[in-house]
């Protein structure tokens, strides 16, 4: 086909019935008019890769799992099965969508090395093209609407796309839409390409070879009810067509609640049985009620088609299955649906009854009862010695599990291969990619291990028991004067539901302190949820709202304490958790400091999963130490098997953890490492070398992991990564192969290193800003009399958090293991 003619045809608009008539399906591919794409057969015994390429060999072969409470209290008496798809690398099922049309664009010779590819999308499919863009190298420009969230937009930044947006009012039409801006801005920009989601044949093509497949391969094809939301990727045909095809009494629902102003060219409207219209306060409590009820931290479309599969299921009878899809996470919706107040706002819910307050009566000396650095001796909290393991086996085939608790453990381990380069290190830096976790994070497989020890024990009672948990923070910032009223003038609506929390003073200073809770806290109200034990977490009162948020979608109660209260006083976040579970009947303190399930799991898990991916071959193991149980358990197990590894222990400048006769602390930014004690589960004599990270350098590396890696990871993860790059340069040549750990995801950080609004609120009181307390200020500095505004990323350079020369060595402190 003629040059001229192909580029008239790309220009084809995605609601243009000649976009219809380029898609032609058969038996065994499908083609467009730029190719013929054959069709991948799908491996019914299927390998798991011991160690991943890159990031995007996490996207796909998410598993089914099963919901026990909701369809019982609708009266559906089949199983409903929820796929997973919030679990892809990228953190939804565009993900898929994503890698299938750049790999089939580079094979049809449409993309090319140094090329740009530019998007219209509402969100996920960007953050999906920009994740496969950051590994493979290309510029990224998305094209969304204003409306869509900035939690999206601050991830599609971190990725290191562009964002353009559009006015909300334009019509889908014209050249002012996310489409239309799309297309001219192809026009504009040399050696680039729109790959158009709405209209490319390899969207639906991702879901017929992978989504549907996997559905089919887990059920052994017996599926007789597929519910998927109707938007402009090509899920409903994959998996409406490819469905009919293995099975011919199958019945395919809609549910449109996720919608669109027009009919994307790739939606196969004959493939579709029955519509089901759903509205938004049925979306929103239904995905509400799947965090509370099931643990599954959806988004909002989840409701959606959540509600359309109760409705169309009921004409189902026992033993048969119907399958929805859970197309993405709570990451993207942190300030919307999970939050009461937005719920409210948009009159999504009645007001809700006063809460009763939770506080204890008594009190007593909390040193004398409770000391978190002597083990523990409650039946509950250890294990019988020597400890035992199975060596790790993975699935072959397509995991159906029963409840999300099952969807935690197996991550997968992706091996660097940007950075190692970049720093000049020749060893193979390996990542274990904990944040693939159901809750988001390598805690949840001590909340799972302590929850079951406490179970096998008696101690835990459906019914009865409550479960009460202390978590705690270390992130604060001083600044000098004032400033409060400065800081809300330069935040939108949004950012004052975040930030609502923030103000505490100490004589003439104001502090605010971003406390983050520990992650455990979201995993055991996530496993309270499943089991459903009343779960009561105690922290800080300056402890972010964003996790709160998620710990309240989960059910879990919240209590406050104040934050300048030590660990061993009675108001302090353990003091009211000892004192609320002497008063509260049934109530039990699971107790990460000193619970031997919290180094367990990671020793009969995480060094299984390790030792299996490597065939037990590696020179040294990296991990930061907050509790003490990913090290102690890990490092316990490998050094059993491979009694040479060398194991090295991640502390942050701040903390007294490598060195505990020193006790003195000082404030430290990265968050879920360190302390200002040491816990009873943490073993010492393991570690061979501690590395002492500073904070600069750990979210410059937490940045470049997300943005030329594509793994979306938090702070801590470039705590890690430093520390592991460090140790293979210090070890030469002898060191072949490092493992380290990406704990947790961006989601808890979505409002802290990769926000700008967060980064420009660090840099007051060192800089002036221009502006009234009750406007828009902007953030400069102030030089030679005038006002410079800080630009994109500056604010890092300013607080000392980045630079463009950064040197590995120089911000590389080690110390020698000891006793």
């Known amino acids: 086909m003629p040059a001229s003619q192909l580029e008239e045809m790309t220009d084809i608009k995605p609601w243009d019935p000649q976009a219809k008539e380029l898609i032609k399906w058969h038996e065994d591919e499908v083609e467009d008019n730029f190719g013929h794409y054959k069709f991948s057969s799908f491996p019914k015994a299927k390998e798991q890769p011991k160690i991943f390429k890159t990031m995007l060999e996490a996207v796909g072969d998410t598993p089914l799992v099963k919901l026990n409470h909701i369809p019982y209290e609708y009266g559906i008496e089949c199983n409903i099965y929820g796929k997973c798809e919030f679990l892809n690398a990228g953190g939804s099922i565009k993900d898929r969508i994503a890698v299938k049309m750049l790999e089939m664009a580079e ?31 290309y510029r990224c420009i998305i094209v969304m609407p204003e409306r869509m969230s900035r939690e999206k937009e601050m991830t599609l930044k971190a990725l290191g796309a562009e964002i353009y947006r559009t006015p909300n009012h334009a019509h889908y039409d014209s050249e002012d839409s996310h489409v239309g801006r799309a297309f001219k801005m192809r026009k504009e920009i040399p050696n680039s390409i729109v790959l158009d989601q709405y209209k490319n044949c390899t969207n639906p093509m991702a879901h017929y070879e992978g989504t549907a497949e996997e559905i089919l391969d887990a059920l052994d094809g017996k599926v007789d009810m597929v519910i998927v939301g109707v938007d402009p990727q090509g899920s409903v045909l994959s998996s409406g067509t490819h469905g009919k095809q293995e099975n011919d009494h199958h019945e395919k629902y809609q549910v449109e609640g996720i919608g669109y102003q027009f009919v994307p060219s790739v939606l196969e409207m004959n493939d579709i049985d029955q519509w089901e219209k759903t509205d938004d306060t049925e979306t929103f409590q239904m995905a509400r009620e799947l965090h509370q009820k099931e643990g599954i931290l959806c988004g909002g479309s989840s409701g959606a088609i959540l509600v359309g599969a109760l409705r169309a299921a009921k004409q189902l009878k026992k033993g048969q299955n119907c399958v929805f899809l859970l197309p993405d996470g709570a ?91 970049k720093y000049g290190i020749e060893a193979e830096i390996l990542v274990k990619c904990e944040f693939l976790n159901a809750g988001g994070s390598v805690k949840d497989r001590i ?52 930030f609502r929390n923030i103000e505490i003073k100490v004589g003439n200073r104001t502090i605010l302190d971003f406390r983050v809770m520990g992650n455990t806290g979201i995993g055991l109200a996530l496993m309270c949820a499943i089991r459903g034990y009343r779960c009561i977490i105690v922290m800080p009162e300056k402890m972010s709202l964003e996790k709160e948020v998620i710990l309240r979608s989960l059910g879990a109660e919240i209590v406050r304490t104040p934050t300048e209260k030590g660990h061993s006083e009675a108001d302090s976040h353990i003091g009211v958790a000892l004192r609320l579970q002497k008063e509260i009947p049934g109530a039990v303190i699971l107790d990460q400091y000193r619970n031997e399930g919290n180094p367990f799991a990671h020793y009969e898990g995480t060094a299984e999963e390790i030792l299996w991916a490597c065939d037990g071959k590696l020179d040294a193991l990296v991990i930061g130490t907050g509790t003490g149980g990913t090290l102690s358990g890990v490092a316990k ?21 490598a060195n505990p006769q020193c006790k003195e602390t000082k404030a430290y930014d990265v968050e879920g490492i ?52 460090g140790i293979a340069k210090m070890l030469g040549p002898k060191c072949r192969r490092v493992v380290t750990i990406a704990p947790d995801s961006i989601r808890n950080y979505m409002f802290v ?16 800003v221009e502006g009234s307390s009750c406007g828009n200020g902007v953030l400069s500095r102030f030089h030679e009399g005038r006002n410079i505004p800080f630009k994109d990323d500056e604010w890092m350079n300013a607080k000392g958090h980045l630079s463009t020369k950064f040197d590995l060595t120089e911000n590389f402190v080690v110390e020698k293991g000891s006793n």
Not at 704 to 719: A, F, N, Q, T, V
């Open 753 to 768: 290193f990769i926000n700008e609004k967060k980064t420009n609120i660090w840099l007051i009181g060192q800089f002036h």
């Open 331 to 421: 990451r993207n919706y942190l300030n919307r649906f999970l939050s009461d107040e937005w719920m409210l706002s948009n009159e999504f819910m009645p007001i809700p009854p006063p809460q009763k307050s939770i506080y204890p009566k008594e009190t007593f000396s909390i040193p004398e009862m409770y000391n978190p650095e002597i083990k523990a001796t409650e039946s509950f909290q250890i294990l019988p010695k020597p400890w035992k393991s199975i060596p790790f086996n993975p699935p072959k085939r397509c995991r159906l599990i029963k409840n999300i608790s099952e969807a935690i453990g197996n991550t997968p381990i992706v091996k660097l291969f940007k950075l190692p380069k």
């Open 637 to 657: 197990r490998v050094k059993e098997v491979v009694p040479e590894c060398k194991i090295i222990a991640v502390d942050p400048d701040g903390s007294i953890l």
């Open 447 to 498: 909340a799972k291990k302590m929850i079951e020890m406490a179970e096998n024990d008696g101690k835990l009672k459906v019914g009865y028991s409550t479960v009460i948990e202390p978590t705690s923070g270390n992130f604060n910032e001083e600044i000098g004067g004032n400033k409060k009223d400065l800081i809300f003038g330069m935040l939108n609506v949004d950012d004052l539901n975040i």
């Open 107 to 137: 094979q049809s010779g449409r993309l090319k090395p140094g090329m740009t590819v530019i998007e219209p999308t509402s969100g996920n499919t960007g953050i999906g093209l920009a994740l496969a863009c950051a590994i493979k190298g």
């Open 674 to 725: 360190g302390y200002d004690f040491v816990p009873a589960v943490l073993d010492r004599s393991l570690v061979d070398y501690w590395v002492k990270s500073k904070d600069a350098a750990s979210f410059h590396i937490a940045r470049e992991l997300i943005k030329e890696e594509g793994i979306l990871c938090g702070g801590s993860s470039g705590s890690n990564v430093l520390a592991a790059l």
